[in-house]
């Protein structure tokens, strides 16, 4: 199991930026995929952001589009979430996750990318309140 550790999580305000970093306990390029996910209180788990790391290719959700990026550093096995001009609705506790095994064809990457579902590793989370 691939153990991760999320930091960069805090309050920001609205308009504000933030990134997340998770490390985890493999190199990359051994998983398939790393995204990022979210979960606000009453609510689903939801995808944010993820990248395959054979490819380099990322997905996001469109909530999120051209504010988030994701990216990896192999060198370091660490995966960040760059988040721009943040919004209350993105107040959230956000989870790293890792998948492993073969890529999905590619008709259907963006949904294994975005669906916590095809996730099996997942870390602590970190916390993320921004305020209006």
């Known amino acids: 199991q691939v153990q991760m550790v999320e930091s960069g999580g805090g309050s920001v305000q609205a308009g504000g930026s933030l990134r997340l970093s998770c490390v985890a306990s493999?190199?990359?390029?051994?998983?398939?995929?790393m995204g990022w996910f979210r979960q606000a209180p009453g609510k689903e788990r939801e995808g944010v952001a993820a990248?395959?790391?054979?490819?380099?290719?990322?997905y996001s959700d469109d909530s999120v589009q051209g504010r988030f990026t994701v990216s990896i550093d192999n060198a370091r096995n660490t995966v960040y979430l760059q988040m721009d001009s943040l919004k209350p609705g993105d107040t959230a506790m956000y989870y790293c996750?890792?998948?492993?095994?073969?890529?999905?064809?590619?008709?259907?990457?963006?949904?294994?990318?975005?669906?916590?579902?095809?996730?099996?590793?997942w870390g602590q989370g970190t916390q993320v309140t921004v305020s209006s």
């Open positions: 996750a890792a998948a492993r095994g073969e890529a999905p064809p590619p008709r259907l990457r963006r949904q294994y990318a975005l669906s916590p579902i095809f996730y099996t590793d």
């Open positions: 990248i395959y790391t054979d490819t380099g290719n990322t």
């Open positions: 493999e190199y990359p390029r051994d998983l398939n995929r």
